[in-house]
């Protein structure tokens, strides 16, 4: 029961270099979702994929970029890390309509 | 303005105590609408979705005021295990988009 899997856990970047942090879910959801939290804020939506093939943005897009790989996977993509990009990221994942969002554990990122 | 909003507290109650937050949307087609509980340093767990005609689970009651655009959330007789950051999540066409969160301390 594996859930939502995210990796890595933990990753600290200098400014400029790029990374990929990885999302998978195992229980046939149609969407996923990646979100950022910084300390005492709440979570603010980054990208999204309603469905396989399909990615939108949300509200704080900007220095990211994502691919729905298939249905399972979703990945989010740091092109050139600045240190405004430390937070801790949390993928979901969700069925249609009206049900909730599924978490994964989170990846605690740093940017030097 | 933002699209879901949510005072930041913290309500600081002691054991027993009765406590209500509100969340308001500025979106009025939103379709579903959630509450979250998220302890420090973990991801957010569902605590109860929010049905039109109300709904509760145990010490929790979830309201939806469509007309008014907010939904709430009711803790009755607080324990100090609810200690939690309370978060409110509303869908607007998958749009999945959270409040800033309510911060709970329940005191012995």
């Known amino acids: 029961n594996a859930g939502v899997t995210q990796t890595p856990k933990f990753q600290v970047l200098k400014t400029g270099q790029s990374m990929t942090l990885q999302c998978a879910q195992d229980m046939n959801h149609n969407s996923m979702y990646w979100y950022r939290q910084d300390p005492g804020m709440g979570l603010r939506l980054i990208y999204y994929s309603a469905s396989e093939g399909t990615t939108d943005k949300g509200e704080v897009p900007n220095g990211y970029n994502v691919s729905r790989l298939n249905k399972r996977e979703f990945s989010l993509r740091l092109e050139s890390a600045a240190p405004s990009q430390t937070s801790v990221y949390f993928c979901?994942?969700?069925?249609?309509?009206?049900?909730?969002?599924?978490f994964g554990n989170g990846t605690r990122l740093t940017v030097t | 303005r933002k699209e879901v909003e949510q005072d930041p507290g913290p309500f600081n109650v002691p054991e027993g105590a009765t406590v209500a937050f509100n969340c308001t949307y500025s979106?009025?087609?939103?379709?579903?609408f959630f509450w979250y509980r998220q302890d420090c340093r973990k991801e957010p767990k569902l605590l109860m979705s929010?049905?039109?005609s109300g709904n509760e689970d145990g010490r929790f009651t979830a309201q939806l005021n469509r007309a008014s655009q907010y939904i709430s959330l009711l803790i009755r007789d607080s324990k100090l295990s609810d200690s939690a950051t309370y978060l409110c999540?509303?869908?607007?066409?998958?749009?999945?988009?959270f409040g800033a969160g309510t911060r709970l301390t329940v005191k012995p």
């Open positions: 979106n009025s087609a939103s379709q579903s």
């Open positions: 929010v049905y039109s």
């Open positions: 979901a994942s969700r069925e249609v309509g009206n049900s909730p969002l599924h």
């Open positions: 999540v509303v869908n607007n066409n998958n749009d999945m988009r």
